[in-house]
C-alpha cells in the first residue's frame, strides 16, 4: 500500500532538480513499448509484472482491466522514486493473443543474487547463466529481461537479461572508498564485489579513472561503475615521480 501512496504523490508533485543530477548523462526521457500482465490494483492505481506502475488515467479504451489482462505498455522511468511508470497502458484483446508464445520484455531492478539465481521479486527470478557474459550484475541494477509467455498466462520463462542503460566518462575521480565500495566524482557507485579491474589496479582515493557504468540504484546513486580504469591521458597539473611508481594526478572533476 506504501508503495501505490507514494507512486500517486510522484504522479501529482513530480519533480527533478537539477542539481542532484549533476555530473550523470542528461538526455530526453527513454521510453520503450513493452507487453505484460496486469499482477494487481489498488485504488485507481496498478502493477504490470511486479514492476510497472500506473494511473488508470493512462489506461486507453473503455474496457476496465482486471488482474491477469494482458496489455501493451509505453514505460518511462520516474526520475523521484527511480521506479517505472507507465504513461499509456493497451488492453490487449484475449482473442489477439499469437497462437504461440511470445517473446517479450520485462523491466525490471534485481532484489538479490542467491548463489546462480537472480531475484526481481519473489514471483520473476532466473538463472545467472541467462545474463549477457560481459555483465556481471549486482544487487539493485535495472535489467531488460526478454522472456515468453503463453497467452493468457502470467508465469513467465525468462531467455536472457541485459542492463537497461550504461554510459561511460573519463578522467573522473574516486572520491570516496569504504571496504569493498566507493563512490567516482560523489555520483556513481561501486563495488569490487562486482567490477572489473585492470591486473593489479587497486581503485584508491583521488584517482582519476575512466569509468563503463549501468543504470542501478543504491541510496541516492543511480548509476554502478562495471568497469574502472586508470586514465592514460595526463590531466592539468600532473607530476611524474621518476619512474617509482605511478604519476601524481590532480584530481579534478570535470562535467560528465
Keep these: 500500500m506504501l508503495r501505490f ?22 538526455g530526453e526521457p527513454q521510453l520503450k513499448t513493452v507487453q505484460g500482465v496486469v499482477t494487481s490494483f489498488c485504488g485507481d492505481y496498478g502493477v504490470i509484472d511486479e514492476s510497472i506502475y500506473f494511473s488508470c488515467d493512462a489506461v486507453t479504451g473503455n474496457a476496465p482491466l482486471k488482474v491477469g ?5 509505453v ?12 504513461i499509456q497502458v493497451d488492453i490487449v484483446p484475449y482473442d489477439a493473443g499469437p497462437s504461440e508464445a511470445e517473446t517479450k520484455i520485462l523491466i525490471g531492478c534485481i532484489e538479490s543474487i542467491s548463489e546462480d539465481t537472480v531475484y526481481i521479486s519473489e514471483d520473476i527470478y532466473f538463472s545467472l547463466d541467462i545474463v549477457s557474459e560481459d555483465f556481471v550484475p549486482y544487487k539493485g541494477d535495472w535489467l531488460d529481461i526478454e522472456y515468453s509467455s503463453e497467452p493468457g498466462v ?55 579513472v575512466d569509468v563503463v557504468m549501468v543504470e542501478s540504484t543504491h541510496f541516492c546513486y543511480t548509476w554502478r561503475a562495471v568497469s574502472i580504469t586508470p586514465a592514460q591521458k595526463s ?22
Design 5 to 26: 501512496l507514494r507512486l500517486a504523490l510522484a504522479l501529482f508533485w513530480r519533480t527533478a532538480d537539477p542539481a542532484e543530477r549533476q555530473g550523470l548523462p542528461q
Design 69 to 73: 489482462q494482458r496489455v501493451n505498455v
Design 75 to 86: 514505460v518511462e522511468e520516474d526520475e523521484t522514486l527511480h521506479e517505472l511508470r507507465a
Design 154 to 208: 502470467s508465469n513467465i520463462e525468462a531467455i536472457s537479461a541485459k542492463h537497461t542503460r550504461w554510459d561511460h566518462v573519463e578522467e573522473v575521480c574516486i572520491t570516496s572508498v569504504r571496504g569493498r565500495n566507493g563512490v567516482i566524482h560523489n555520483t556513481i557507485f561501486f563495488t569490487l564485489d562486482s567490477v572489473k579491474l585492470p591486473h593489479g589496479y587497486q581503485p584508491r582515493v583521488f584517482d582519476t
Design 235 to 256: 590531466s592539468p597539473g600532473s607530476q611524474d615521480d621518476g619512474g617509482r611508481g605511478r604519476p601524481k594526478r590532480k584530481c579534478y572533476s570535470p562535467t560528465i
